[in-house]
């Protein structure tokens, strides 16, 4: 085992000014992608590949936005209980901005991209896939309308008294575990409308 550490040490040590940077490590990973791409797709470039590249892009999106779904309920609230409450503001400071940010912007890209795949024909289109994509669209709007103006007056973003976060913060929770259930079904929905219909 020590030599197996030693080895995967000196390659990522090696590699380190690329893994170190989150932009750089995300850019390598496209690039890979896009090689493969020109490896194995090229000849099926053209408007039949719009759908399956789009299809690419909104799983990506989703993984990226059902992820952090899952990090705030699964990690980030049950935890903050528990956080000494002189760690807390780094909690509000740092760590759930940036994570917000990818969080909404990850809803709205799986929003966009599914809906272009849906319009290009590639998608399959039954009762299964609909209902994934109405529950996909009700967290996308929790998200944007619930949850995002709510946590900008959680972490001071938006003036607020301690009554209005207090709420505020009740509401966010409240509306991410309600976006958490309605997570099961959706992906359930997803995975297997081109499955079983």
Same mark, same amino acid.
């Given at each position: 085992?020590?030599?197996?550490?030693?080895?995967?040490?000196?390659?990522?040590?090696?590699?380190?000014?690329i893994?170190?940077?989150?932009?750089?490590?995300l850019?390598?990973?496209? $690039?890979? @992608?896009?090689?493969? +791409?020109?490896?194995?797709?090229? /000849?099926? !470039? %053209?408007g039949?590949?719009?759908?399956?590249?789009?299809?690419?892009?909104?799983?990506?999106?989703?993984?990226?936005?059902?992820?952090l779904?899952?990090?705030?309920?699964?990690?980030?609230?049950?935890?903050?209980?528990?956080?000494?409450?002189?760690?807390?503001p780094?909690?509000?400071?740092?760590?759930?901005?940036?994570?917000?940010?990818w969080?909404?912007?990850?809803?709205?890209?799986?929003?966009?991209?599914?809906?272009?795949?849906?319009?290009? $024909?590639? @998608?399959?289109?039954? +009762?299964?896939?609909?209902?994934g /994509?109405i !529950? %996909?669209?009700?967290?996308?709007?929790?998200?944007?309308f619930?949850?995002?103006?709510?946590?900008?007056?959680?972490?001071g973003?938006?003036?607020?008294?301690?009554?209005?976060?207090?709420?505020?913060?009740?509401?966010?929770?409240?509306?991410?575990?309600?976006?958490?259930?309605?997570?099961?079904?959706?992906?359930?929905?997803?995975?297997?409308?081109?499955?079983?219909?």
């Amino acid at each position: 085992m020590v030599e197996i550490n030693e080895s995967v040490s000196n390659i990522l040590e090696k590699l380190s000014t690329i893994l170190e940077k989150h932009y750089r490590a995300l850019a390598v990973g496209a $690039g890979l @992608a896009f090689l493969l +791409l020109l490896l194995y797709h090229h /000849a099926d !470039l %053209g408007g039949a590949y719009f759908g399956p590249f789009f299809t690419f892009l909104h799983v990506v999106s989703g993984i990226t936005w059902i992820g952090l779904l899952y990090y705030f309920n699964l990690v980030q609230i049950p935890t903050m209980p528990n956080i000494p409450a002189e760690l807390k503001p780094a909690i509000g400071k740092y760590i759930a901005p940036e994570a917000l940010f990818w969080f909404r912007w990850s809803a709205l890209a799986t929003v966009v991209t599914g809906i272009i795949v849906f319009s290009s $024909g590639s @998608a399959v289109i039954n +009762l299964t896939i609909l209902t994934g /994509a109405i !529950l %996909g669209l009700i967290m996308a709007f929790n998200v944007w309308f619930v949850i995002w103006p709510n946590q900008q007056k959680v972490l001071g973003l938006v003036a607020a008294d301690d009554d209005e976060k207090a709420k505020a913060a009740r509401l966010t929770m409240l509306t991410s575990r309600a976006n958490f259930v309605l997570s099961v079904p959706m992906l359930y929905c997803m995975v297997t409308a081109r499955l079983v219909g």
